[in-house]
Every structure is written in structure tokens, then in C-alpha cells.
């Protein structure tokens, strides 16, 4: 699981500009836009948070 984390993590890190463009013209309205950010993060988290826990259970 680590190793999709960090390579997920690095693909993000180096193509941030078109997906940052590319989220601009799918959402052009500042606030959706960071709600969409966020709902996708808290997802990412979350999915984390519960392999971790059925980890250690």
C-alpha cells in the first residue's frame, strides 16, 4: 500500500500544473473548486486511516 501512496504522492507533485489547469476549466468558481480539492483529500485520508486500522486490528 506504502508504495502506491508514494507513487501517487510523486505523480501529483510533478504533473500539479496541468491537473491545477485542468481543474480550473472543470471548475472555474474558486470555492467548488477547494471543495472538490478537499472532498478528494478527505477521501484519500480516509482510505488510508482504514487500512491502517485493519492493519493493526
Known sequence: MSHFVIVFLVICFVFRKPLG???????????????????IIAAFLLVIGMRLLALLW
Do not use: C, E
Not at 489547469?21 to 472532498?39: E, I, M, N, S
Open 21 to 39: 489547469r485542468l481543474l480550473a476549466k472543470q471548475f472555474p468558481d474558486r470555492v467548488k473548486r477547494q471543495r472538490v480539492l478537499g472532498t
